[in-house]
């Protein structure tokens, strides 16, 4: 029994070892800038990478189902203040941030849920805002997912060769 006891913590140790140790395949990343309104953003996700996977067919978005804009945890927005995004307010906080798109248009989702695990406890009943987003297609692929966020509030979500745009004020 001792043996076997032994051997079952030594195999718990080996594998907490070899996951401290090991990067995750979408690593946790934050993208913080302060626009030139002085209002304070920040947008925390995971950050997929496609590996030769086609958005839409292979991996996320699908056409007409919520995607949590990014991976593992649902993607988190906050703003130090109340701001208007794409003309529409959305009070100071914290908000889990979903992209839902279709075949010529997306809306990006702003949920008061912040803390949830992608997009399975999603509930459209705690949506704060809904906005329609730019969505073009770049002659580039972007391998990752990458926000960008520019000092005159323009938010860009690049994946693959989709292109999400948004503007807070």
Do not use: H
């Not at 690593?27 to 309104?37: G, I, Q, S, V």
């Not at 914290?94 to 399975?120: C, R």
């Amino acid at each position: 029994m001792k043996k076997l006891l032994f051997a079952a913590s030594l195999a718990l140790i080996s594998a907490f070892g070899y996951a401290q140790n090991n990067p995750k395949p979408s690593p946790a990343t934050e993208l913080k800038a302060t626009l030139n309104n002085g209002t304070e953003i920040s947008i925390k996700y995971g950050q997929p990478s496609l590996k030769g996977r086609t958005p839409g067919k292979d991996v996320e978005p699908m056409l007409n189902k919520i995607w949590r804009a990014g991976a593992n945890d649902a993607t988190v927005f906050e703003t130090s203040k109340d701001v208007k995004i794409n003309g529409k307010m959305l009070p100071a906080g914290k908000y889990s941030l979903f992209i839902l798109q279709n075949e010529s248009s997306a809306t990006v989702i702003f949920n008061k849920v912040w803390k949830q695990w992608g997009a399975f406890q999603y509930k459209e009943t705690e949506d704060a805002l809904r906005v329609d987003a730019k969505l073009t297609n770049n002659a580039e692929t972007s391998d990752k997912l990458i926000y960008t966020i520019e000092k005159n509030g323009m938010v860009q979500i690049l994946w693959g060769n989709l292109n999400f745009g948004f503007t807070v004020e």
